[in-house]
């Protein structure tokens, strides 16, 4: 049986959700996958905004909304990507 290959909606590369890991869902309306080094990577980025404080689900899922809007709009996800929805959950300017 020929396996299923995902897509990585950051770097494109195509992973084995079963063999690999990685993660499919969705963030709002937009269906998204991580591949295994993606998900680590954006995972990472959260923990080190956090800086050892516990995320609420709140914040996880506004991160989660900020994520989905800047990928619907074609734009790249980075450190710097979490760290404004993070600012801008807090009150900052969006």
Known sequence: ?????????IC???FDLDGEGGI???LG??????CPFCLSGVTDLAEQL??????DIELARYIAS????????NNSID???IMYAV???NGGAR
């Open 87 to 89: 600012d801008a959950f």
């Open 29 to 34: 309306v937009l269906p998204v996958a991580f």
């Open 12 to 14: 494109e590369g195509d």
């Open 79 to 81: 450190r710097n990507t």
């Open 1 to 9: 049986m020929k396996e299923q290959k995902e897509i990585c909606s």
């Open 66 to 73: 900020y994520v989905n809007e800047e990928l619907e709009r």
């Open 50 to 55: 956090m800086e050892g404080e516990e995320m």
């Open 24 to 26: 499919v869902g969705d």
